[in-house]
């Protein structure tokens, strides 16, 4: 008899980001007051989930969002590295429509292939090292449920390879709201079915607390 088991990727919750810039992989980042009410509202739907195993990205958002589902379930926090966000030029930078960042020509090189990316890691890259903290979670919960805390590129970008579609896409389409799970469906080590939930509801894909 096969087993079922289930991978759930959520999105970190909101980020106290004041100044609006592209905060990637930096240090100092964590939840807004919204962001930790967002944690807790996740924990509380998953509250009766057969879920035994949580791994979360090592960025500090990811580990505050994984906070909740852990106490819950008495459990404790794994970190996995290839949970993180996507790397980026941009880092540091405001890089909304009308900033300097983007307008700046000394920035141009770095905008020429959008369908690699080449500012940044390679969506092939970030479809890959996802997959494989997927299984290893997968392998980890096996039968039961697991949750792995990343953020919003990644999980999206794992989506669509798994769904056979195009990596490079448009920002501004993904469904990934603020503290959303993307639930991977598992018969024994095959994928059967993707499920999407928004229990915080939910969020624009270019708010700056992504």
Same mark, same amino acid.
């Given at each position: ?83 993180? $966000? /996507?790397?980026? #030029?941009?880092?540091? *930078? ?7 960042? %983007?307008?700046?020509? !000394?920035? &141009? ?35 039961? $449920? /697991?949750?792995? #805390?990343?953020?919003? *590129? ?7 390879? %798994?769904?056979?579609? !195009?990596? &490079? ?42």
């Amino acid at each position: 008899m096969s087993k079922r088991t289930v991978v759930h990727l959520l999105r970190h919750g909101e980020v106290h980001n004041p100044t609006g810039i592209l905060y990637g992989r930096l240090d100092g980042f964590k939840l807004s007051e919204l962001g930790q009410r967002q944690a807790l509202t996740v924990a509380e739907h998953l509250a009766g989930n057969d879920v035994t195993h949580v791994v979360a990205s090592p960025l500090e958002r990811a580990q505050q969002t994984a906070r909740p589902i852990v106490d819950s379930h008495q459990l404790d926090l794994a970190t996995d590295e290839q949970l993180i $966000e /996507a790397d980026n #030029v941009f880092e540091g *930078l405001r890089v909304s429509i009308g900033d300097g960042a %983007l307008r700046s020509p !000394r920035h &141009w090189p770095h905008m020429h292939n959008p369908f690699l990316p080449s500012w940044g890691e390679p969506y092939l890259q970030i479809a890959r090292r996802m997959l494989g903290a997927v299984y290893r979670a997968r392998a980890a919960a096996e039968g039961h $449920e /697991a949750v792995c #805390v990343s953020h919003q *590129l990644p999980i999206w970008t794992l989506r669509r390879f %798994l769904e056979g579609k !195009r990596l &490079w896409h448009d920002p501004r389409r993904r469904q990934c709201s603020l503290a959303s799970l993307t639930s991977l469906m598992f018969d024994d080590e095959s994928l059967v079915a993707i499920r999407y939930r928004e229990p915080a509801g939910a969020s624009s894909p270019k708010v700056t607390g992504a």
